[in-house]
Structures are given as structure tokens and as C-alpha cells.
């Protein structure tokens, strides 16, 4: 149903309120350099985030996958400085080449929610429950459009008919609580994209989702993002969704990227031994009943993270260089990037 | 399936909450209003064959699971475990059937005591049904680890000392521990991230094989759900839409709601588009649940007869039993 509306709508958005998009094809959007992310303090110092750098380009889709506690939505909130009242975050988060790190909060306001904007994984916890969903749109317009009231109003109508509520005027005044779990990830990104963002951070959008309803949000953000040239970080642990999404894939682990590269190329040709073993737990394509694959061991606690390649001690290909030294991410092949002294293929015999 | 080789036999199946009135509604004298979860569901369970449940969220697909281990009161319908009608039983029998029938949950992380050190969990399942003297329970709980391959120390430890997959082992230990026939699964994985899940999967299988266990696996997983079942059951709106073989329900979905169901798990093959609508519109709600086939306002191939009466589950060649009018022609095309 929002498919239909959705091209003209964005149309009428984007003349009433942005100006100038950033198109450059030679810069990418976001440009992030040596990021590293630690909480506590020097004598027990947590690294959550390890020296992290990879780009997005206008409109391009980046899906961040991992598992749990590699890092993945640390790295989404430390882009927007979310991170900085909790702990230390080192390197350069660089937006159209300004470095957001160094950014007073005043300035950081300024991009925040308005040129970059983030769904969070909990539609149910991010809404504020004694605000109506009109009011909470309304605060995002106000802050980043000069819009008036009733074009304010306007425009919310138009952002919740956007984004597929139906009979959008007559729900402006209800609260969270009264729409469904889908409904309510809808209200979040009618949020985010309130002031059309050029970057959208999606924490897990459709984890909390049925697949039915994850199938919907995804071709919503699909076609947003087509519409509107917008770019989108997908923080995700569903490999499936990845790939049916992102233009390009980065796998964490244990606060590393270990591999990044074009979807078709991470999916087929994964070389890792991490993305080696993800891959191959995924229970499809697989004899019914049989055993799946499973990584032995669990990930490294980041109070003891190993010296070498933090996934050494659970890799089946490692060497005595992978306990001593760390890899770093490193071009392998025409477009891919691997961290690893002894990359693999899938069907490599090293990986039983 | 004939009745004789089912353990489990359930037909009719039918559960509803009554909604608690406000003042409005007792001033104004409105009639109580119920939520339908379940309407009519009837499931055979063969010995040592796993079923899986999928559907929507609010399909009443936990509340299935939460009836069948006696944690609602039957209130519609009939139970027959081993040919003998569960609700008709005296306390006694009520308890062993209790030991038979068990249930594993979805949160690894509220579904455990956290002031209960993991020996203590299994200890307490052990005297409760009194499957072992007082002086041979410690032996018991240190087999029960091994079987669920976590170390013997983990006796003296509690809940939060675990991971979310060392949990789910100590759920499935205690489950064990009673020796049960059925084990109840309800979305026993779904907290977990793939490679974990893939091991606890691996145990449950293996286990089954061991022990010859039944298991009702209840899951959104489509991707697990096909890979753990030999028979899969389509849940919506409390009613079971099409159930079959695993492989021919996955390969070949015949009602449009399986259809519409199982092409929307996305697959790892970026190339792999899926290429049927997704639905439109979200699950009605079980208070007022849409005249004759519940899923017809959402159904590309509805006709009238579908606002109407309400298709029975009938068999076809080939395929499972399937709930849809049109489900020769949906065959067919």
C-alpha cells in the first residue's frame, strides 16, 4: 500500500523543506577513521569498539552484521556521539569531512536527527508512552524544519501515510500504546525521516518483527532509500536480511570489523573463518535434521579479549601468528577487505 | 495417523480470555467481551516425531503450547494422551501426565530462579516427582550435565552465571530430568544468536534421537522450524491453516497464507528474490475474528464464499490438510 504512495510523497517532502543534498561521488557521506570505543577507566579499560574504519556512500546500504556483543550497535552510537557521556571514543567519524567527534554538542544537535537519524531495535521502548505519536513527529519538524504549525501538521499526516499507517489524520493523536509492534517501528521511522535524513542508522528495525511485518519495513526502507538517495547503516544478526538489503556487508567480531565487502561477494566467497563459520549456521540449504554447523567456543568477554586475533582461540584454520598478532583488515581480492593471516574459501577442507 | 500410534491426540482445541471490564463497560452494562486464541485446533503427535508450530505473533501459538502442558485449564475441547482424555483424571494422574508432558520457555533469562543455584533447579524437579532417592539425586544431576554437555561444577552456580545457550541447557536438563515423553518447545531459541543456536539445536536433535522424545517445536524461525520438524502446522488466528510433511509444506505451500508466510523468511542468496506479494495489513485482532475464513480480508484469491463459511481441514493429494476453499485450484496453479 505504501508503495504506491510513496514516490510522489517524497517528492511534495523534499521541496517544502531540505535545500542542498550532498552528491558528490568522489567523497563518501560518511567516512569513519580508526574508530575505537572504551568504557571504564585506565585500569580496567573495556574495549568495545577497536580501531574500526570503513565508509558509506550517498545512498549506498551497509549492513554491520554480527553476533551479539561484537559491537555492532556501539559503533552505530558512537557515529552520532551517543557513546561519549558513558566512555572514551578515539579516531575520526568523519560527515561530508567534518569530524562529528570533535564536535561541540551544539553542532552535533545540528546533524543529529536531522541529517543522520536512528531507529532503535525496541519500537516499544524508544516511543515516549505519555506523548501522542502526532506530538512526537512534531518535536522532530520543529527542531529541524521551519515549517508552520499547520504545515508541521501537514507533514506529519503525510510521514505516517508514508510510511503505510493507514487513515494516518485520524491516528496523529493516539499513543504508542495503541498501535501494534509493526505500527509502532512505522511511527519510529516516520520519526527518523521527519526531516530527511541523508544517513539512516537502523538499529535491528525488524528483530522485534514477525517475518511478515520484518518483510514490510524492509521494503519500506528499501524504497526509501531508492526515492531518496538516502544512505543506511543496517545493524542486524539475520544474515537473510542482509542479504536481501544491503549493497555491501561488514562483519563484526568481538569489536573488529574482520571482513568487509559487496554482498554477493561476502555471501558466496566469504574468507574469513568467522563469516566462514556464521554462514554455515544458517540452517538453510541444508539435509532436514541433520547437524548444523556450529562455531565451537563462545566470543571473547571484552574484559579478556585474546592478544592476537580475538577469534583465534575458536578458529579451526589458526596459526601460531593469529595467537601472537593481530590482523588487520586488509584488501583481498578486487573488492573485499579481510583481516586474517590465513584467509579461507567455503569449501576450504581446513574448515571441518 | 491413525489413533492408536498417536501419544498425543488433541481435538477441537479451543481457548479464550475473558477481557476485564472497566467501570465503563459495568455501567453501561456491555457483555463481557473474550479474545478467541485458540478456535478449534486438532493435532495428532506420533511418537518420536517433532511438530513444528509457525505463525504470526498472537496466532495463539504459545497459548497451544501452554494448554497442552496444563499451565491454561482445558476449557473447550478434548486432550487424549496415550488414547486416555487428560482432563478426566484424577490428581494423580494429573501429576504424572505433569511429568510427561514438559515444557522448555523462550526467555533463558526469566524463565530460571535467579536465587536457585542450577543443582537446586534439578534437585527440586527430582524429589518433586520423586524419581530418585535422596542419596542417588546428586549422581542424577551430574548425568542430567553431562547429557546437556555443560561441566559438573555447574551445579554450584546460578542462572546469571550462564550464558543465554548454557541457560537454554539448564532448561533443557531440567526439563529432562523427569523423564518426560513430550517436551514442549516453545521458541526455545529464538533468544539466541545463530551459532549458539545451531548448538542447542544440535543437542535437542540429538537427544531426541537418544531418548526418543516427542517434541511440539514452536518457533517464528521459518528456516529452523523446517530444518528440526518432520511435520510442520500453519497457525492463524487460532486455527490451523495447513499442516504436512515438512518438505512438501516448504517446498509447495498450497493456502495463501503459507504461501505468503513461509516466502517471506528472507534467504542468504542475495539473488534469491522473494517473488510472491507480501501481505498487506496486519493480523486481525482475536477480539473480533473476521466471519468464515479468518484470513479472507487479507487473501489475494478470497471470494465470496470465503466471507461466509469457514473451510474445514481436508486432505489433499500430495500435499497436507489444508483449510482453504480453493485449495484444489491454488494446487493446480
Known amino acids: ?352 | 495417523m491413525t489413533e492408536n500410534t498417536s501419544l498425543l491426540h488433541v481435538t477441537n482445541l479451543s481457548h479464550q480470555f475473558k477481557i476485564d471490564p472497566s467501570i465503563f463497560d459495568v455501567i453501561l452494562r456491555r457483555p463481557s467481551r473474550y479474545v478467541k486464541v485458540l478456535n478449534g485446533i486438532d493435532l495428532n503427535l506420533a511418537r518420536g516425531e517433532t511438530l513444528g508450530v509457525v505463525g504470526e505473533s498472537g496466532c495463539g501459538k504459545s497459548t497451544l503450547a501452554r494448554c497442552l502442558v496444563g499451565l491454561y485449564p482445558l476449557q473447550n475441547g478434548e486432550i487424549l494422551f496415550n488414547n486416555q482424555n487428560v482432563s478426566h483424571k484424577t490428581r494423580a494422574e494429573q501429576r504424572d501426565y505433569n511429568r510427561r508432558v514438559q515444557m522448555m520457555f523462550q526467555d533463558p533469562y526469566s524463565s530460571l530462579n535467579p536465587r536457585m543455584t542450577v543443582g537446586q533447579v534439578l534437585h527440586e524437579a527430582l524429589s518433586v516427582h520423586k524419581m530418585r532417592s535422596e542419596t542417588e539425586i546428586p549422581e542424577r544431576i551430574n548425568e542430567l550435565l553431562d547429557l546437556v554437555s555443560l561441566p559438573r561444577d555447574a551445579a554450584d552456580k546460578l542462572p546469571h552465571q550462564f550464558s543465554g545457550g548454557q541457560r537454554q541447557r539448564i532448561a533443557i536438563a531440567r526439563a529432562l530430568s523427569v523423564e518426560p515423553e513430550i517436551l514442549i518447545a516453545d521458541e526455545l531459541v529464538s533468544a539466541l544468536d545463530v551459532s549458539v543456536q545451531a548448538q542447542v539445536v544440535n543437542l535437542l536433535l540429538d537427544l531426541q534421537e537418544r531418548l526418543g522424545l516427542t517434541i511440539l517445536f514452536v518457533a517464528h524461525d521459518l528456516r529452523l522450524v523446517r530444518h528440526v520438524s518432520h511435520r510442520v502446522a500453519v497457525i492463524y488466528l487460532g486455527s490451523i491453516v495447513e499442516i504436512g510433511s515438512s518438505d512438501s509444506l516448504f517446498a509447495n505451500p498450497i493456502h495463501p497464507y503459507s504461501r505468503a508466510l513461509l516466502n517471506a523468511a528472507p534467504s542468504i542468496d542475495p539473488d534469491k528474490k522473494n517473488t510472491t506479494a507480501p501481505l498487506t495489513g496486519e493480523l486481525p485482532s482475536p477480539l473480533n475474528i473476521p466471519s468464515g475464513c479468518a484470513f479472507h480480508g487479507r487473501c489475494p484469491h478470497a471470494t465470496e464464499i470465503c466471507k461466509k463459511s469457514k473451510p474445514e481441514l481436508k486432505a489433499l493429494d500430495g500435499h497436507g490438510e489444508i483449510a482453504c476453499h480453493h485449495a484444489k485450484e491454488l494446487a493446480l496453479s
Open chain 1, 1 to 352: 500500500m505504501f508503495q504506491q504512495s510513496s514516490s510522489s510523497d517524497v517528492k511534495t517532502g523534499q521541496q517544502s523543506t531540505k535545500s542542498i543534498r550532498y552528491t558528490s561521488k568522489a567523497l563518501p557521506l560518511l567516512d569513519v577513521r580508526n574508530l575505537s570505543t572504551s568504557f571504564g577507566h585506565d585500569t580496567e579499560k573495556l574495549l568495545a569498539i577497536d580501531d574500526v574504519s570503513f565508509t558509506v556512500a550517498p545512498g549506498e546500504i551497509l549492513g554491520l552484521v554480527g553476533e551479539s556483543g561484537s559491537g555492532k550497535s556501539i559503533t552505530l552510537r558512537s557515529i552520532l556521539g551517543l557513546t561519549k557521556r558513558y566512555g572514551q571514543v578515539e579516531g575520526k567519524v568523519l560527515w561530508k569531512n567534518q569530524n562529528m567527534n570533535i564536535m561541540k554538542n551544539k553542532e552535533l544537535r545540528r546533524i543529529r536527527g536531522s541529517e543522520i537519524a536512528m531507529i532503535f531495535q525496541e519500537p516499544m521502548s524508544s516511543l515516549n508512552p505519555l506523548l501522542t505519536v502526532g506530538l512526537q513527529i512534531d518535536e522532530n519538524l520543529k527542531a529541524h524544519t521551519k515549517l508552520s504549525r499547520s504545515a508541521r501538521k501537514k507533514r506529519s499526516i503525510e510521514l505516517l501515510d508514508l510510511v503505510g499507517i493507514p487513515s494516518a489524520a485520524d491516528r496523529l493523536d493516539d499513543y504508542p500504546h495503541q498501535f501494534s509492534g509493526g505500527m509502532r517501528q512505522r511511527v519510529m521511522i516516520a520519526i527518523a525521516l521527519a526531516s530527511e535524513p541523508e544517513l539512516l542508522l537502523a538499529d535491528e528495525p525488524t528483530t522485534a518483527l514477525d517475518v511478515t511485518i520484518q518483510q514490510q519495513i524492509l521494503d519500506l526502507i528499501l524504497d526509501l532509500s531508492k526515492n531518496m538517495n538516502m544512505s543506511v547503516i543496517m545493524v542486524t544478526h539475520d544474515l537473510g536480511v542482509a542479504a536481501q538489503t544491503c549493497d555491501r556487508i561488514a562483519v563484526m567480531y568481538g569489536g573488529k570489523l574482520v571482513e568487509v565487502g559487496p554482498v554477493r561477494e561476502i555471501l558466496r566467497n566469504p574468507q574469513h573463518p568467522y563469516s566462514i563459520g556464521l554462514l554455515r549456521s544458517v540452517p538453510e540449504d541444508v539435509a532436514p535434521r541433520s547437524e548444523l554447523y556450529s562455531l565451537p567456543g563462545i566470543p571473547p568477554s571484552l574484559a579478556d579479549r585474546p592478544k592476537g586475533c580475538c577469534f583465534a582461540p575458536r578458529c579451526p584454520a589458526a596459526m601460531t601468528k593469529c595467537v601472537t598478532d593481530r590482523p588487520e583488515l586488509q584488501q583481498a581480492g578486487n573488492s573485499c577487505s579481510v583481516a586474517c593471516f590465513n584467509p579461507q574459501t567455503i569449501t576450504s577442507g581446513n574448515i571441518a
